[in-house]
């Protein structure tokens, strides 16, 4: 099956898309560099101060996951290079990572 309802925001050259409705309740971070049109995974490793190992789940190639969200809007902050998802189900608005 596919996945449904994720976000997606735009940063320069490259499309960070996560979460969506799935059979898990897990989503990886996928990057698409425009320019090469590529997929690629992003390896996300929690900081402790905006993500912790407890918000999410760490799997046996050693990729941390996100919990699944779907339906929400998901927006850039530049100043802060964080992105953040707002609402959607399960219910929740959260800050899901930094991108320094």
Same mark, same amino acid.
């Given at each position: 099956?596919?996945?449904?309802?994720?976000?997606?925001?735009?940063?320069?050259?490259?499309?960070?898309?996560?979460?969506? %409705?799935?059979?898990?309740?897990?989503?990886?971070?996928?990057?698409?560099?425009?320019?090469?049109?590529?997929?690629?995974?992003?390896?996300?490793?929690?900081?402790?101060?905006?993500?912790?190992?407890?918000?999410?789940?760490?799997?046996?190639?050693? %990729?941390?996951?996100?919990?699944?969200? %779907?339906?929400?809007?998901?927006?850039?902050?530049?100043?802060?290079?964080?992105?953040?998802? %707002?609402?959607?189900?399960?219910?929740?608005?959260?800050?899901?990572?930094?991108?320094?």
């Amino acid at each position: 099956t596919g996945i449904l309802f994720g976000g997606m925001v735009s940063i320069k050259n490259i499309i960070f898309y996560f979460g969506g %409705y799935s059979e898990t309740y897990w989503s990886f971070l996928y990057g698409f560099n425009i320019e090469t049109k590529r997929w690629f995974l992003i390896n996300i490793i929690p900081d402790g101060e905006t993500t912790s190992i407890s918000d999410g789940r760490i799997n046996q190639d050693g %990729y941390f996951l996100l919990p699944v969200l %779907y339906s929400f809007s998901a927006v850039y902050i530049d100043f802060k290079k964080e992105i953040h998802g %707002y609402l959607g189900f399960p219910l929740q608005s959260r800050r899901f990572f930094s991108l320094n």
